[in-house]
């Protein structure tokens, strides 16, 4: 293993385990959580060429997310934003692994949001989703990733 896909593994063990404090601090809660599992899952395979089964596995027994909200960004958007590119991630043959990748784990908690549109149309679909996921989880006991 290269020193590069080592140091990206360890990282990925390491956020995981830190995110395991949950229990403690939320439980019984509602939790909003930004560039959760997915996030991490797609990108370190992305980088390590692992499989999306193996990059999951340092979050199993973590919180199930109810409902992922994915906001898809056009390629021309994207470059739009200042400063596109100089980010290692920020190349087009890397987001397109990505991408594929966030395509495989889709499911039916997933909520598409086309993010080229203004900021405030983006909020209030996200605001929408939310409320309506809330009140449908409420009551129900946290899930976690693996079970």
């Given at each position: 293993m290269c020193h590069r896909r080592l140091l990206t593994y360890c990282f990925l063990l390491i956020a995981g385990s830190a995110r395991r404090t949950w229990r403690r601090r939320f439980n019984p809660a509602l939790l909003v959580i930004d560039r959760y599992a997915a996030s991490g899952t797609v990108?370190?395979?992305?980088?390590?060429?692992?499989?999306?089964?193996?990059?999951?596995?340092?979050?199993?027994?973590?919180?199930?997310p109810d409902c992922v909200v994915f906001l898809k960004v056009s390629k021309q958007q994207q470059e739009l934003r200042g400063d596109w590119g100089k980010e290692r991630f920020e190349h087009d043959e890397?987001?397109?692994?990505?991408?594929?990748?966030?395509?495989k784990l889709r499911d039916d908690t997933w909520v598409i949001i086309n993010a080229d549109q203004d900021e405030s149309a983006v909020h209030?679909?996200?605001?929408?989703?939310?409320?309506?996921?809330?009140?449908?989880?409420?009551?129900?006991?946290?899930?976690?990733l693996g079970d």
């Open positions: 990108y370190t395979a992305a980088n390590t060429g692992r499989s999306l089964s193996w990059c999951q596995q340092a979050d199993l027994g973590l919180p199930k890397f987001q397109q692994r990505v991408n594929a990748n966030y395509e209030a679909e996200i605001l929408q989703k939310t409320l309506s996921v809330i009140q449908e989880v409420q009551c129900r006991s946290i899930e976690l």
